[in-house]
């Protein structure tokens, strides 16, 4: 390529790197450092975070506990967790449905895991599903640590596909009343119709779907507002540390299999 063509095609990638920088510099953040930091420590993203929460917070406090991994996200590593603002929306949500049992699919670093568990009522139980074993490692890790034994927050490790037909039987949870969506939003719609097809939404049940905006879940709005058995709300929120990026958690009520 001439340097004169080079030359022409420069206001454009000004442009776009302008107008994208946001989405520059998650990338950044999420793949690029963090590949480095992972080869250089020998760690994963997850580990190295929860040996920060351990020497900089308190056991049994599950709020220092939140607040730690935040400021961990925003000054020392992101950590592409839900973050404050959606966590509060959980968290008030869950203390006004009052849930006897939830599930959640896509443990991660069990941010997300601590904000239920906080604001279940007495008797309440979590089941936490994760995928990836050394994940899950550290989310049980963080889950004792905060002070919640095995009897309100229990963690499975394996595909969501593959743990929803096994709930009933396997771990005795014969309904969930409030579930959320939290691992990968291209999955999200194949394991809610997973859930309709074991009977284990009641009528009433509350759905919440975190990053159907950003990454997005398209298929997923499309079934939920076109079936006729939710009653779907959007909550508009920001990525945590990068607010220009927006993000959603849906809310979704069922009416029942109809």
Do not use: N
Request: aromatic share 8%; hydrophobic share 40%.
């Amino acid at each position: 390529m001439s340097p004169a063509i080079a030359l022409a095609f420069l206001p454009l990638v000004v442009t776009l790197l302008v107008r994208y920088r946001h989405y520059f510099r998650l990338l950044v953040r999420t793949v690029l450092l963090r590949s480095l930091r992972d080869c250089l420590s020998g760690l994963r993203i997850e580990e190295r975070a929860f040996s920060y929460v351990l020497t900089h917070t308190l056991p049994g406090d599950p709020g220092h506990i939140l607040t730690t991994l935040d400021h961990w996200s925003s000054h020392c590593e992101y950590l592409s967790h839900m973050g404050p603002i959606k966590g509060q929306i959980l968290m008030r949500l869950v203390e006004e449905k009052a849930p006897a049992s939830v599930l959640e699919l896509g443990t991660y670093c069990a941010y997300s895991t601590l904000f239920i568990a906080r604001a279940l009522p007495p008797g309440g139980r979590l089941l936490t599903v994760e995928q990836d074993p050394c994940t899950a490692a550290v989310a049980e890790k963080l889950i004792r640590l905060a002070g919640f034994d095995e009897r309100t927050v229990e963690l499975i490790v394996g595909r969501s596909e593959e743990v929803i037909p096994r709930l009933r039987t396997q771990y005795q949870l014969s309904r969930a009343d409030l579930v959320l969506l939290a691992h990968r939003p291209r999955c999200y719609l194949r394991d809610l119709q997973l859930l309709e097809a074991h009977a284990l939404l009641p009528a009433g049940a509350t759905v919440l779907a975190d990053h159907v905006l950003f990454p997005g879940a398209p298929r997923f709005l499309q079934y939920t507002k076109s079936c006729g058995r939710y009653r779907c709300r959007l909550h508009h929120t920001g990525l945590p540390d990068f607010p220009a990026i927006k993000d959603g958690i849906a809310q979704l009520t069922y009416a029942g299999p109809g």
